[in-house]
C-alpha cells in the first residue's frame, strides 16, 4: 500500500535540479515530513551499474531503443528496491529525474515517440505515476553554460549531444507540462537558486495544501 508521497524533479542539463532537491528536503523536513533523495539512472546498486554502461562516452554505437530500454530497466529495479518499499512506509521521496526524462530524451528528442517510450515505461512502473514533477525550465544554452562552468560535474555521453538535441529535449519537456498538467509544475529556473526556490516552494505549497 502506498502511503508516501512521490516527487520528481526534471529538467534540462544545468538546471538547478541537484541543488533544489537539497532545498525541498529541508523544506520538507522541517515540516515534519521523512525524506528519501534518490536519483536516475541510478540509485541502487543494479541501476548506478546500468547507468555507466548507458553514460559510458566509448559506447558511441548504442540504438536509441537500447537507450531507452536501460533506463526503463534501471528504473524498474529502483522502482522496486527503493521507490515503492519509501513509498509503503510513508516516506516523502525525491527523485532527480524519472519517467518524464525519458518521455522528453528518448520520445520526443531521440524521436522514437512519446508514445512508445511511455508503454515501455509503464512496463516499468506498474502506473505509479509522480504525484507531483517540478520541471525546472531553461534555455539550453544557459544550462549548458552552467555544467560547463562547473568543474566538479564530469560530462558524460548525453551531454555530449548538440545544442539542437538539447533544445529538443525543452521542447519535449513543454510539451509534457502541457499534457500531465495535473501533476507537473512548470518553473522558471532563471536567476539566483533563492529566487529559484521561492517560485519551487510555491508549488510545494500548493501541493500540500490539496493532499495534506
Ligand atoms: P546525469 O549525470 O545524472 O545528468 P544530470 O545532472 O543532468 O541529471 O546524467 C543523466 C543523463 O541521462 C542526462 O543527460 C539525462 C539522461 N536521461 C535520459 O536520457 N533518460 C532518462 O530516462 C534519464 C533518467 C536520464
Do not use: Q, R, Y
Given at each position: 500500500m502506498r502511503k508516501g508521497y512521490f516527487l520528481t524533479v526534471e529538467g534540462c542539463e544545468g538546471a538547478g535540479k541537484t541543488s533544489v532537491i537539497e532545498r525541498m528536503s529541508e523544506y520538507l523536513s522541517s515540516l515534519g515530513h521523512e525524506i528519501v533523495t534518490s536519483r536516475e539512472p541510478g540509485g541502487i546498486d543494479i541501476a548506478e551499474q546500468i547507468r555507466a554502461i548507458i553514460l559510458?562516452?566509448?559506447?558511441?554505437?548504442?540504438e536509441g531503443r537500447t537507450e531507452a530500454l536501460l533506463y526503463a530497466a534501471a528504473r524498474r529495479q529502483h522502482f522496486v528496491e527503493k521507490i515503492q518499499p519509501s513509498l509503503a512506509e510513508g516516506k516523502v521521496f525525491i527523485c532527480d529525474r524519472f519517467i518524464d526524462s525519458s518521455l522528453a530524451y528518448q520520445g520526443y528528442a531521440r524521436e522514437l515517440g512519446i508514445d512508445e517510450v511511455l508503454t515501455i515505461n509503464q512496463f516499468a512502473i506498474?502506473?505509479?505515476?509522480?504525484d507531483l514533477t517540478i520541471y525546472l525550465d531553461v534555455a539550453p544554452e544557459e544550462g549548458l553554460r552552467r555544467i560547463h562552468a562547473r568543474s566538479d560535474r564530469e560530462i558524460n555521453r548525453l551531454d555530449l549531444e548538440s545544442l539542437s538535441f538539447h533544445q529538443k529535449v525543452r521542447e519535449g519537456y513543454l510539451i509534457l507540462a502541457d499534457r500531465f498538467a495535473d501533476r507537473i509544475v512548470s518553473i522558471d529556473?532563471?536567476?539566483s537558486m533563492d529566487e529559484v526556490f521561492e517560485r519551487v516552494k510555491g508549488g510545494l505549497d500548493r501541493f500540500l495544501k490539496q493532499h495534506i
Open positions: 559510458d562516452k566509448s559506447n558511441t554505437k548504442m506498474e502506473d505509479v505515476f509522480p529556473a532563471n536567476g
